[in-house]
């Protein structure tokens, strides 16, 4: 496809569950980063990978989350034991360089709800 | 972490006139890039303007253009001759041009055009 995408665009579990986030970025872009957002918040960074490399995992808020893109392509986000607070949108974001001067193109989110 | 600011919640406009947004940002650092968003009800964060710190020249994009004051840490946003298809969410971000490759966003400010 031309743009990000993103799956599913709803979530809904009940607290304690697993669940899995899937990224597929733009082709052939090298990075591809997870933010988290909050409602009323801005985006918050969670992890960026460099290919199938994760070259930076320090906003995971706790190792329930987890995430990989084995072979430098689409990307999954997994959350274990789903906790209320984990209820957000989660945004993927790719871009086709690593020069801190190119954009971001996003996805259209994924928003979760943990009841 | 870089800390970045948007003072304004909210703003609105009427169709046709202009508009200025404020974004303010903290950093040590020489080097950075900034970025503004735009974040419809879709969720789909689209790229407005982009600026390199290091050039003194403001940028331009048609009706957007910024007002970037390097010493004040100031990046505000001007919207020109605003059209209802303007409003929306709209977030400051700034980037390290030397270390990570996280964006850092405001909180955002949510911009209503007024027909």
């Known amino acids: 496809g031309a743009g990000v995408s993103q799956s599913p665009r709803y979530k809904v579990a009940k607290r304690g569950q697993d669940v899995a986030l899937r990224c597929d970025p733009i082709s052939g872009h090298v990075s591809l980063f997870w933010y988290q957002q909050a409602l009323g918040q801005g985006p918050e960074f969670l992890t960026y990978?460099?290919?199938?490399?994760?070259?930076?995992k320090s906003g995971l808020p706790s190792d329930r989350f987890f995430a990989e893109r084995p072979e430098g392509s689409v990307s999954t986000l997994k959350i274990q034991r789903t906790q209320q607070e984990d209820s957000a949108v989660y945004l993927c974001?790719?871009?086709?360089?690593?020069?801190?001067?190119?954009?971001?193109?996003f996805g259209d989110g994924t928003r979760l709800s943990i009841l | 972490a870089q800390t970045v600011t948007q003072s304004q919640p909210e703003m609105s406009v009427q169709e046709a006139e202009t508009v200025t947004l404020s974004c303010t940002y903290d950093?040590?650092?020489?080097?950075?890039?900034l970025f503004w968003y735009k974040q419809p009800p879709s969720r789909q964060m689209i790229l407005v303007i982009r600026?390199?710190?290091?050039?003194?020249q403001n940028a331009t994009e048609n009706r957007f253009s910024v007002n970037f004051q390097k010493a004040a840490k100031s990046f505000s946003l001007k919207i020109s001759d605003s059209q209802l298809g303007d409003a929306a969410m709209y977030f400051c971000?700034?980037?390290?041009?030397?270390?990570?490759?996280?964006?850092?966003f405001g909180t955002g400010t949510s911009l209503t055009v007024i027909p």
């Open positions: 950093t040590s650092e020489s080097d950075y890039y």
């Open positions: 600026q390199e710190a290091y050039k003194q």
């Open positions: 990978f460099q290919n199938e490399a994760q070259l930076d």
């Open positions: 974001a790719s871009s086709a360089l690593t020069y801190n001067n190119q954009p971001q193109h």
């Open positions: 971000a700034y980037r390290s041009g030397n270390t990570g490759n996280q964006f850092y």
